[in-house]
């Protein structure tokens, strides 16, 4: 059970808009830089954002994140079949000084 | 191009021990911290150990705490995870991820392995 909690699942059809939720706490995302990960059927995770709303290099645009007080959001927009994936967000927890992901959402395009 | 590959993971019995190694390259190993992160079989991600680039103060999660044991050798670019008194809750995909700061506590992790199985079952 995990301390920032997402949705088990959303979903929307191609070329529409999804956006994941992530609920902490004070002692997490309150205080912490957040981060998304991308998990491809399969394989193993991959940085989609980092400090709340930056993208790596080679992540597109339609990927965005944003903070407010003790939540994070992930948007993706013009949605492509292939983004069906398991996101997570994650952070340092200072209560528990341990880094903490999500529940994790899945992503499926109708 | 930055890379880490886990190796060492299999099938022990419970109360066994086992240990992990990630070999690292394609940056400067004692730069960075690591990080050790694992998925149980159809569940979520969950970090277990972070060390820093120097070898300084780890972290460990409290579901390992006193059984894992996270090292580095820098001269080796590699990473190690000693796990003593497994458990079979402990069977999961074990990833190795490399950190973008230097400090022992995680900031984020831009670079995954892909994963090393260990099964713990008797």
């Known amino acids: 059970q995990s301390v920032l909690t997402q949705p088990p699942s959303v979903s929307a059809a191609p070329g529409q808009k999804v956006t994941i939720s992530c609920s902490g706490s004070?002692?997490?995302?309150?205080?912490?830089?957040v981060s998304w990960y991308q998990q491809l059927p399969g394989t193993a995770p991959k940085l989609l954002i980092y400090?709340?709303?930056q993208r790596p290099s080679g992540i597109p645009d339609r990927f965005s994140g944003s903070k407010s007080g003790t939540s994070a959001t992930l948007g993706i927009t013009g949605l492509q079949t292939g983004d069906e994936a398991d996101y997570y967000c994650?952070?340092?927890?200072?209560?528990?000084?341990?880094?903490?992901f999500g529940t994790g959402t899945k992503v499926t395009v109708l | 191009d930055v890379e880490v590959l886990e190796s060492g993971g299999g099938m022990v019995q419970p109360g066994g021990s086992l240990r992990l190694s990630c070999t690292a390259s394609?940056?400067?190993?004692?730069?960075?911290?690591m990080s050790w992160v694992r998925q149980a079989p159809g569940k979520g991600l969950e970090w277990v150990s972070g060390?820093?680039?120097?070898?300084?103060?780890?972290y460990d999660a409290d579901s390992v705490k006193g059984r894992f044991t996270i090292s580095r050798d820098n001269s080796k670019n590699t990473l190690y995870l000693q796990m003593n008194s497994l458990r079979a809750e402990d069977t999961a995909v074990y990833y190795c991820?490399?950190?973008?700061?230097?400090?022992?506590?995680?900031?984020?992790?831009?670079?995954w392995g892909q994963g090393t199985l260990v099964t713990v079952s008797s």
């Open positions: 400090d709340n709303n």
């Open positions: 994650a952070t340092w927890d200072s209560s528990l000084s341990a880094y903490v």
């Open positions: 991820a490399k950190d973008r700061g230097i400090a022992s506590s995680p900031y984020y992790f831009d670079y």
């Open positions: 060390i820093s680039g120097s070898g300084d103060g780890p």
């Open positions: 004070s002692s997490n995302i309150g205080n912490h830089y």
């Open positions: 394609g940056f400067i190993f004692s730069s960075y911290a």
